[in-house]
């Protein structure tokens, strides 16, 4: 029904000739920007010397690839679609915020995942995106950190193909917020604007959008109706999948026992070793422990739908 909602307000859009390339949420995705240029200049930064301390010392890069795959993950709060489209942007300093949230993650995989990383030489990892503002600012933060400390040498990077969901990435946002980064008075942000615009052209990273992102398939139907795509992501060393929207469409939007297993649920899909980071915004949750749900709501009785909980899970069988 959601799917069926935002490309009937698309097809509105496009009937008229004169707003064919209008977005409809547009000011509301440049707000939740310009809202959240304090959190961006700080994550940057951090990504700036994170960097060259790497570079004298490769054993700092566990605890640094956790960090910014925290940032990832949190990011995800910052959804419009979740808020009715009224002003949800990160305003505080996302990294005080990491050791508080910690508790929250309530499955968390990264050390599997740095492992795979580490243990092949990755060529290809890609990344899903969702939502605009700074979450698209975390999700380029850690593709950069992934080409920085040699964990890849090319980043794919999808994007909707028309707007979506309020909030989620399409290519005009993708551009705008270069340029926008390309203009803030900030050491560690107007380069990383330069470099991202370097990177787009060397093709170190690439930017993708397929119609399928927004079809009203789940992802077990990939490879029937977009087998191109699948066929695409099954070259890809890893696959991160971000937001809510993504983790339902994995798991078929199904109301499964929270205690199945995520590679169950699936239910085939695997064209590639994939992780999933997304805060819960709906009552689709796989892969926890027996009561760990009842522990949960005896703690926040909207844990599952107020974006204040996640996991970063992962599926990262031999293939």
Excluded at 257 to 282: D, H, I, M
Aim: aromatic share 12%; with cysteine; net charge negative.
């Amino acid at each position: 029904m959601e799917c069926y909602m935002y490309r009937r307000i698309q097809e509105s859009v496009e009937k008229c000739n004169m707003m064919k390339e209008f977005d409809v949420f547009g000011e509301q995705k440049e707000k939740s920007f310009t809202d959240s240029v304090y959190p961006t200049e700080i994550v940057m930064m951090h990504l700036l010397e994170t960097q060259q301390k790497i570079k004298e010392n490769e054993e700092l890069i566990p605890e640094a690839f956790k960090l910014f795959l925290k940032v990832c993950l949190w990011g995800n709060k910052c959804d419009l679609s979740i808020s009715g489209g009224e002003d949800n942007a990160q305003t505080s300093s996302p990294l005080e915020q990491l050791d508080k949230l910690e508790p929250n993650i309530l499955i968390n995989d990264s050390d599997e995942v740095l492992n795979h990383l580490r243990s092949r030489k990755c060529e290809r990892i890609d990344i899903v995106l969702d939502n605009a503002g700074f979450e698209l600012i975390s999700d380029l933060c850690f593709a950069e950190f992934l080409l920085s400390a040699g964990l890849c040498s090319t980043i794919y990077l999808h994007a909707k193909a028309f707007p979506w969901f309020v909030s989620d990435v399409t290519k005009k946002d993708f551009d705008w917020t270069l340029q926008m980064l390309g203009q803030i008075n900030h050491i560690a942000v107007s380069s990383f604007a330069q470099l991202w615009k370097e990177r787009l052209n060397n093709n170190t990273w690439i930017l993708q959008v397929d119609d399928f992102w927004t079809l009203p398939y789940d992802y077990s139907q990939m490879e029937t109706y977009a087998p191109d795509l699948y066929q695409s992501l099954q070259k890809s060393d890893m696959i991160f999948f971000k937001g809510d929207l993504n983790y339902r469409k994995l798991l078929g939007d199904l109301k499964w026992p929270f205690t199945s297993s995520f590679e169950t649920c699936l239910r085939g899909f695997y064209p590639a070793p994939l992780c999933v980071l997304r805060t819960s915004k709906s009552d689709v949750l796989v892969g926890l422990p027996e009561g760990r749900d009842e522990e949960v709501m005896a703690q926040d009785k909207d844990w599952l739908v107020n974006g204040n909980w996640g996991v970063i899970n992962a599926c990262l069988k031999t293939k």
